[in-house]
């Protein structure tokens, strides 16, 4: 199933689990100092 | 990391650091960053040096600062928010989103008490106030500015850090 999430400062990403498992967390700890689980990451993201 | 709304996520925790990611185009300062025209959070871990912190993810995302300062705090987002600027030689920001800073009025608090929501002008305004006052009150961080920036701050009231 495809999910989307999106962060505050307007980034966003659809994608499989593991795909927007990696895509958040590299855009957290890249862009925010941001340390995100795979669990906090599924979690925010919504069904497309 | 508290429960997020469903589809979203967004910078908390009990430190964190605002960065203005500024530069000066022509005579206009910009403010630019990574994700876009806008003030950018960053989560500053417990025990983390929030300036180390700030210098290092401009540096890897932006390029190297010219200058990085903190020039103002207060309680907002669920935390400390630590207020910084970070100004960047224009060639560094590349084709960036930008927009150009206007000037805002400072939002007082009262003698014991903050004020209320600030929006992002007025603290980019007093983040180049405090900028004006570093430059004449120390000679590093005035030299390291790129060139126009001081002849561009001649027009801000030069103030200290303080609480917003």
Known sequence: MRKRVSCDCGWSFEGEDAELIAAVQEHGRALHGMEVTAEQALAMAQPT | ?164
Request: glycine share 10%; charged share 15%; proline share 7%.
């Open chain 2, 1 to 164: 990391m508290t429960a997020p709304q469903l589809g979203s996520f967004t910078v908390e925790g009990p430190v964190q650091a605002e960065i203005m990611v500024l530069a000066l185009v022509g005579d206009d300062v910009m403010l630019t960053g990574p994700c876009g025209a806008a003030p950018w959070y960053v989560e500053v871990a417990q025990g983390a040096d929030p300036m180390v912190v700030v210098a290092a993810i401009t540096r890897a995302n932006v390029g190297e600062p010219a200058v990085v300062h903190s020039t103002s705090w207060r309680q907002a987002r669920g935390g400390v928010v630590l207020t910084f600027v970070a100004v960047m030689d224009q060639a560094a920001i590349g084709a960036l989103d930008r927009v150009a800073v206007r000037r805002a009025e400072l939002v007082r608090g009262a003698a014991t008490a903050a004020p209320g929501e600030i929006a992002a002008g007025p603290v980019i305004e007093h983040g180049l106030r405090h900028l004006a006052w570093l430059a004449k009150d120390d000679a590093v961080i005035a030299g390291a500015l790129p060139a126009g920036w001081l002849a561009v701050l001649d027009d801000y009231v030069p103030e200290p850090f303080r609480h917003l």
